[in-house]
């Protein structure tokens, strides 16, 4: 075990799980495309375009290559280039209502699963101080923390600080907040890249909460592994 005095968290896909949502808006953007601009596609092919379209909106903010732009815009972005590459400009208006729709089936989507809510209860009643740093938008994510935020001591997002994981400043401004030193702080969460890598960079002990059995990064090497949320319990103990 390690002694530490707080544990930070990661939102989307560690605290908060999101089912099978990002099919499931892929799912409605192909049916959709079918019935307005008659795009035969496969919700694999769209999905991995997609992905693609993602990776290189996110890359450019967090290579600072252009303005700051929140995770709801980089959905709409990234929607509106998968259009492209088969040959259809979408008007601004449609990606807006797309991006309500995906903001919509996110709030349906979102849980806390019991064994994470238990792992935070038995942290935080064992004096283990919470925070939370999350590559998510404020609005969004404060709705979707009803019923737990009170765990937590602090909570910051990349669109409150114009900066995304795994940008060290994002976790040290959180323990700054928290008044908790680098050495004395785990943090979890389960993208090896944003998650992981950025912890190792700041110093702090990094969890990887790898649930999907994801292949590792040789380059990445997180400092424990965890299946399921509770095998925390068995890593941190209270620092005295």
């Not at 990234?78 to 492209?84: A, C, E, I, K, L």
């Not at 903001?103 to 019991?114: C, F, H, R, T, Y």
């Not at 602090?154 to 700054?176: A, D, M």
Request: glycine share 6%; proline share 3%.
């Amino acid at each position: 075990m390690i002694e530490t005095e707080a544990v930070l968290f990661d939102a989307y896909g560690t605290v908060l799980d999101v089912g099978t949502y990002h099919r499931d808006i892929t799912e409605h953007v192909v049916q959709q495309s079918n019935t307005l601009f008659g795009i035969t596609t496969s919700v694999d092919e769209f999905n991995a375009y997609w992905s693609e379209e993602f990776e290189f909106a996110f890359h450019d903010v967090i290579a600072y290559c252009g303005e700051f732009r929140n995770m709801r815009d980089l959905y709409g972005i990234s929607t509106r280039n998968v259009f492209h590459r088969y040959g259809i400009q979408v008007p601004d208006t449609y990606v807006a209502e797309l991006n309500y729709t995906y903001k919509k089936m996110l709030d349906e989507a979102v849980s806390i699963l019991p064994n994470v809510k238990q792992t935070l209860d038995t942290l935080y009643a064992n004096g283990l101080r919470l925070g939370m740093v999350s590559n998510g938008d404020n609005e969004e994510l404060s709705a979707h923390l009803d019923g737990v935020s009170d765990l937590f001591d602090v909570v910051i997002t990349s669109e409150e600080l114009k900066v995304y994981k795994p940008h060290p400043r994002i976790f040290n401004e959180t323990l700054q907040k928290m008044g908790v030193a680098r050495e004395n702080a785990a943090f979890v969460g389960d993208t090896i890249t944003s998650d992981v890598l950025g912890a190792k960079k700041a110093g702090l002990t990094a969890i990887w909460y790898n649930k999907k059995q994801r292949i590792p990064k040789p380059e990445i090497r997180p400092d424990f592994e965890i299946r399921d949320m509770t095998e925390i319990l068995e890593i941190v103990e209270c620092k005295s």
